[in-house]
Structures are given as C-alpha cells and as structure tokens.
C-alpha cells in the first residue's frame, strides 16, 4: 500500500525556517520523482518544487527560489523541503507528490502557516 506521510509543519513568524519531511512507503522510492506541492485558501494547488528520482536535478516556484531546498534521502525514503526566510504568503497546507510513468500518489498534506 502506497503511503506518504507528510510532518514538520507548523506555526512560524515571518523570517523564520521549518523543515519539511516526507516519509514514503509501499513503493520503490528511488525510482520515483517527487514534489511539494501547496495549496493556500481559496487558491488553486501549486506546485513549489520537485526533484528527480536521483536527486540530481531540482526545480522550484519562482517565488520560493532561494528560500527553499528539495532534498531526498533514498536510503531513508524520505524527501524533504528546507523552507527558509518564510513570509506570510507561504502560509497553506503543504502536500507530498510521488510520480513515476503513470503512477502517482499525494500525502495527506501539513498545515504551514507563517504569522507573527
């Protein structure tokens, strides 16, 4: 069964800095791509970054380039986001995203809200 189980999230003052995880199960995680996702209230879902299946190659939301590192650990099948200098715009529920081929799967998502 495949299982993503997203934690770290929580309540930070703007400036501040979380580290997402990602835990994954019930699928060969190295072979799969992954990505953060967010989703604010009232606003469509989007994708923040994304990581190939080695790690090699990252890509991120013109938004959060600098702010964020996408980072995996194969042997721990675990992906992460460093979030780093957070505003109030960063504020939603951030979501885990396996794809390979046509398979894929999302986490049950980590609130993130950014407030002084």
């Known amino acids: 069964q495949v299982q993503l189980v997203e934690s770290g999230g929580g309540l930070v003052q703007p400036g501040g800095s979380l580290r997402l995880s990602c835990a994954a199960s019930?699928?060969?995680?190295?072979?799969?791509?992954m990505s953060w996702y967010r989703q604010a209230p009232g606003k469509e879902r989007e994708l923040v970054a994304r990581?190939?299946?080695?790690?090699?190659?990252?890509n991120y939301l013109d938004s959060v380039k600098g702010r964020f590192t996408i980072s995996r650990d194969n042997a721990k099948n675990t992906v992460y986001l460093q979030m780093n200098s957070l505003k109030p715009e960063d504020t939603a529920v951030y979501y885990c995203?396996?794809?390979?081929?046509?398979?894929?799967?999302w986490g049950q998502g980590t609130q993130v809200t950014v407030s002084s």
């Open positions: 995203y396996a794809w390979r081929l046509s398979a894929s799967s």
């Open positions: 019930g699928f060969t995680f190295s072979l799969y791509a």
């Open positions: 990581i190939t299946s080695t790690g090699g190659s990252t």
